[in-house]
Structures are given as structure tokens and as C-alpha cells.
């Protein structure tokens, strides 16, 4: 589904940042935008920055159950800073996976910032999660009945052949130096 995203820009409450970029909202089915101001108030201003597709995995749809069970459903925009001083901001997804959102906010390139889901696309996902989730089987992992402890393999030192001491550090032996 075309998602349009909007933004808002605020001034910066700091010298070091001019301006503050925050997505606010989206727009399902939108068409094609390139930065087209939406509204402008004081020295605030919304733009319909861009259209990207919204695409959901049948792989995924305990992510969307989880996004759909929060108290405000919401989507996830995830914003890079653009090489061109044109367009400051580029609209990398739309993604409707917290789990995704989160893999994004880790890497601390993107801006990553949860947006109300509109009623239409709630119903589209449920719908889609109605089809498509199954769900897995819980399976306890059983231990393994090998005894590792018995071989203390690469611990200690390898030129000190006694067990007992292998935290000692290599001395002499017979008065040679062994390092």
C-alpha cells in the first residue's frame, strides 16, 4: 500500500540543530510527492515529504500483532539525512513491524519515530494477520547429556602441562627461560 509520510519542521531549540525534522502522520494511498508543503504555521511547517510503499511478510505477523495490541496502534517511519540541502531528510520505510523499527533505532544512523496507524490501515493489517499468521508451537529445548566438564581443553597457559596450577604464569624450568 503507498504510504505518504509527512513531516513536521520546527526550528532548533539549540544552536547545533537549525532545524528539528519529526514524521507526524501518513497518508494511505497517497500518490507521488516530492516535499510538497502541506501547511505552514508560524515557523512550523508540514510537508508530504514522500510515497513508499508499505509491505507487509506473511513471516512477520506476530510483529503486527504486536503493534496492533498496543494501546495506540501505530507505524513506523524510519528517516536518514539526504546528501542534498534541497531535501534535507530521506524517507528510507514505512514499516508496520516494531521489531524492524527497533532494528533501525540500534544503529543510531536513522531517525526512527512512531506515527498513529489510521483506522483503514488497522483493518488492512488485521485482515492481512487473519489470513496469514500461524502460530508456532512452543517446543522445550532439552539439555544435552554430554559431560563437558571433564576436559579442561585451551584453559591456563599451554606451555604449563599440570592442571592443578594452569593460572600460573610460565617461569623457569631446569634454568631455562621458557618464554
Known sequence: MPMGVVIRRLPGVTRWAKWVWKPVSVLPGAGPAEWQILRE??????YHAATVPLELFRTDTEAYLTALSERMPSLYVVLRQSETPRH??????????????????????????????????IAWINEFVRQHHEDEQFVKRRRDKTRVDKTEDGVGDARIRQLSDVYRTPGTKR???LL
Do not use: F
Open 41 to 46: 504555521e508560524d515557523s512550523a511547517v508540514e
Open 88 to 121: 534535507p531528510m530521506e524517507v528510507l520505510l514505512v514499516t508496520a513491524s516494531p521489531y524492524e523499527g527497533q532494528d533501525y533505532a540500534d544503529t543510531g544512523e536513522e531517525i526512527v519515530e512512531k506515527v498513529p496507524m489510521p483506522p483503514g490501515v
Open 175 to 177: 634454568g631455562k627461560r
